[in-house]
């Protein structure tokens, strides 16, 4: 059997609802464009953690700062569980995880553009954990019926904290819409500055210039939505939630469909998002050089674990 015919069989398989497993035989490119997702995901549950991280020491109180510092520490654990399904997929082209950080540090592997946005507020924290989480778990949710089983399994795990997360999250922001008339034009305020990232959170829609990677991922059964059919979900299960605490969503060209559901809205602007994800945000270089600064501070954790201890005279 050659190549093709494997890959016709592969393909096959999976339209019949096959999963696949680390050691599984699969097409060069099905395994690439694994790589490219799940590195994506790894590396932004790790950078993820820098901008709320920096509310941990300034939290309003011991309970904030509890639930604050358990959910960075529930990102973390996420980039490790990302890293080892990406490593075992990354085996045969003789790539570690080490390399993966290298290509971070260097430009080459990119993050999640909400990641490179300043949190100059406690509002900030607020919204990212109730509505970036949010929106993580509307994609990550229909990620869990993916062909790929290992990276199934580590979301199953993933989904049920982001849970957590996200009553954590609007926790925050339902105090702040209770609070005093300054507190709620901190989250306002945040929300104005956070909506066109928000709406860029799930990439441009298909047939966009800027858009890749949503057929052959549609086609390999790893994902199941695009993305427009995503930002759609996520406006209709957020928006009136913002609304109903008294908030204003920043567009004043939203309107819904009453008859179809579907939401018109103002694009963002999508050469921006471009910039972002190559590292032209606001924080993108600030973020970097920190990651780079722990990453080096920690090397002599990797060496006590993985170099051989030397045999005493
Ligand atoms: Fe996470
Ligand atoms: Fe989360």
Redesign the pocket.
């Known amino acids: 059997m050659d190549v093709e015919e494997r890959r016709a069989e592969f393909l096959a398989r999976l339209d019949a609802g096959a999963k696949v497993e680390a050691d599984d035989w699969m097409p060069p490119d099905y395994r690439a464009e694994l790589v490219r997702l799940i590195s994506l995901h790894a590396v932004s549950e790790i950078m993820?953690t820098l901008p709320e991280k920096e509310w941990v020491p300034r939290a309003p109180t011991l309970k904030r700062k509890l639930a604050i510092m358990a959910?960075v520490q529930?990102?973390a654990g996420?980039g490790q569980l990302l890293l080892r399904v990406v490593e075992d997929l990354m085996r045969p082209w003789g790539r570690t995880r080490e390399d993966l950080f290298q290509d971070l540090f260097s430009g080459r592997q990119k993050y999640h553009n909400v990641f490179h946005m300043p949190t100059p507020t406690w509002a900030d924290a607020g919204l990212i954990?109730w509505l970036v989480?949010g929106a993580?778990i509307i994609t990550q949710g229909m990620l869990l019926a993916g062909s790929y089983a290992p990276y199934t399994r580590a979301l199953r795990r993933i989904v049920e904290?982001?849970a957590f997360?996200i009553q954590h999250g609007e926790s925050i922001c339902m105090a702040l819409a209770e609070g005093t008339p300054a507190q709620r034009a901190m989250f306002q305020d945040a929300l104005n500055r956070w909506w066109p990232a928000l709406l860029m959170f799930f990439g441009p829609p298909e047939g966009h210039p800027l858009s890749s990677h949503q057929a052959p991922n549609l086609r390999f059964r790893i994902r199941f939505k695009s993305n427009e059919e995503l930002r759609q979900r996520f406006l209709t299960k957020y928006v009136p939630r913002i609304r109903a605490l008294g908030f204003r969503i920043p567009d004043p060209t939203l309107t819904q469909d009453p008859q179809t559901g579907w939401w018109t809205y103002q694009q963002p602007d999508w050469q921006l998002w471009y910039a972002v994800i190559h590292n032209r945000g606001p924080k993108s270089m600030e973020r970097l050089r920190l990651r780079r600064l722990t990453y080096e501070e920690g090397a002599w954790v990797r060496r006590a674990f993985f170099e051989p201890v030397a045999s005493a005279p």
């Open positions: 993820g959910k529930d990102e996420h954990a989480d993580a904290e982001e997360h």
